[in-house]
Structure formats: structure tokens, C-alpha cells
């Protein structure tokens, strides 16, 4: 099941590359936030666990959507993927590299982007066998033109930019052949969540969608 779920993420992603960020601290309205999403046009959701009960919220997502494929973010310890895991998690995003859960992922034949924002990361992850990999912050850490000298040295590797990624650049990252999506907690604003403005999500996603089928 693993493997399919591998080749099914990949499908999603293909049709729409974005991958929003809730980092709802709130179980409910974590639901009611996933739900926008994929009213937009984006069903692949990355939960940050961020906050205590961060995994609560993933896991009601979990039980109270459909159609949605649902992944744990910010996991920092081996523990803690094994954690989110046990909770449901179908794929796994961490800030930077951590070799331990790496090897864990590809013994499990589950989704790990790693964060890495050098050469000497990018290599590291190759290293271990990961062919797919976070670029984070993607603003800080060079954006597009870093993306480009890593692609033409990393052939085989494919990135997911996060951190400064925005509307107003999704259609740069996602032009280039190497960007397999970008991640973004534009489309999930505070303010639109506390408020329970869950039609402005939805028309984030909307416009994200638009974006990423105009510029692939």
C-alpha cells in the first residue's frame, strides 16, 4: 500500500504542485481549513507539527475527510516520525536532513522531503538514496537561481521549495523541470482560519491551481 501511496502523491503532485500548510492548532477548524483546500483543487495537506496538539488536528483530518493525502511537517526526531506515522501521516517533510529518519522513510516506503538548502545537503540526500528533497527557506536560501545551478549539477533530484514561496512567484519555482511542487503557508492566512473565513482559503487554492496549471 506504501508503494501505491508513493505513485498516487506523485500523481497529485503532477496535477497540482502546490502543498499548503496547516499549522492549526485547533482540531476542528484544521478540518473545517483542509476541507477549503480541497474544495480549491489542492488535496495534498502538510500539518506542521508545530504546536501541541498539531497531531490531534492531522489526525482528524485523517478521520473526518476524504479524498485528501495527508502528511506530517516540521518532524524533528526519528520518535516523532515514527509517531506521526502511527497516527496516519502518508508522507513526511522535515527543516533539514537528519539521516536516521531518511533511512527510516525508505524503509518504510514512506514520502520524506528533507530540508536542505546547500550542495553539501543535496549530496548528503542523494547519498542516501532520495531523489526528492525540500528546499528550505527557498527565499533565503538563493530561490530560483539556486535551484537552477543545483539542478544542472543534481540531474536526478527534484525539489519542493518552501519558505517565501507566494503567489506572486509560484509561476518562477514551478517553471523550472526540477521543482516537482512548492509548499506554502500563504494559502492557510492566520487571520482567515481564526476568523473561520474558510471561502479566502478556497480561493487561495483556487488561484494557486491557476498559477501552477499556466506555468507547467
Not at 516540521?74 to 536516521?100: C, H, M, N, R, Y
Request: with cysteine; hydrophobic share 50%.
Amino acid at each position: 500500500m506504501k508503494v501505491d501511496l508513493s505513485a498516487r502523491l506523485a500523481n497529485r503532485l503532477a496535477a497540482a504542485p502546490v502543498v499548503p500548510l496547516i499549522g492549526e492548532n485547533d482540531a476542528p477548524r484544521a478540518v473545517k481549513t483542509a476541507r477549503a483546500l480541497g474544495e480549491g483543487g489542492l488535496s495534498v495537506i502538510e500539518v506542521v507539527m508545530r504546536s501541541d496538539d498539531a497531531q490531534k488536528g492531522m489526525e482528524a483530518i485523517l478521520a473526518e475527510t476524504e479524498g485528501l493525502i495527508v502528511g506530517a511537517g516540521t518532524v524533528l526526531t526519528l520518535d516523532q516520525a515514527k509517531s506521526v506515522v502511527a497516527s496516519g501521516a502518508e508522507f513526511i517533510v522535515s527543516p533539514g536532513l537528519v539521516d536516521e529518519i531518511a533511512l527510516y522513510c525508505l524503509d518504510e516506503n514512506i514520502p520524506f522531503y528533507p530540508g536542505t538548502m546547500t550542495a553539501g545537503e543535496v549530496q548528503r540526500a542523494y547519498a542516501l538514496g532520495l531523489r526528492e528533497v525540500k528546499f528550505f527557506p527557498a527565499s533565503l536560501a538563493g530561490g530560483v537561481p539556486m535551484l537552477k545551478a543545483f539542478s544542472s549539477v543534481f540531474r536526478e533530484m527534484r525539489f519542493m521549495p518552501t519558505g517565501g514561496v507566494s503567489a506572486a512567484n509560484l509561476a518562477d519555482f514551478l517553471a523550472l523541470p526540477s521543482v516537482l511542487a512548492c509548499g506554502g503557508s500563504w494559502l492557510t492566512p492566520g487571520e482567515a482560519v481564526a476568523n473561520g473565513d474558510y471561502a479566502q482559503i478556497t480561493n487561495h487554492a483556487r488561484e494557486a491551481v491557476a498559477i501552477a496549471q499556466s506555468a507547467r
